[in-house]
């Protein structure tokens, strides 16, 4: 993830914001500049939207690997339990 401090209301974010996305980055811009006593608010919940996506697209993949945490040999939970 990564957050842009926007300084300027002419510079045009359009073009770094498609390149972030190309290369797969999550990318906050905060405009303080606008909205100073609202910034904050908009970045965790940028923050929050931002992780919700990433939480589902790791679900959706075990999903779809069938991933189960008892066909694991041996299971991971006897391995944590384990002293050395």
């Known amino acids: 993830m990564h957050i842009e401090v926007c300084g300027s209301e002419g510079f045009n974010y359009t073009y770094r ?3 972030y996305k190309k290369n ?3 990318v906050i811009f905060v405009h303080v ?6 910034w904050q608010n908009y970045l965790v919940k ?3 939207e931002i992780e919700k996506r990433r939480h589902d697209e790791v679900m959706r993949m075990l999903q ?3 991933f189960k ?5 041996p299971p991971i939970h006897e391995n944590l339990n384990k002293r050395t």
């Open 17 to 19: 914001d498609k390149t």
């Open 24 to 26: 797969g980055y999550h």
């Open 33 to 38: 500049y606008k909205k100073p006593k609202e």
């Open 46 to 48: 940028r923050i929050m």
């Open 64 to 66: 779809t690997l069938e």
């Open 69 to 73: 945490l008892q066909t694991i040999d």
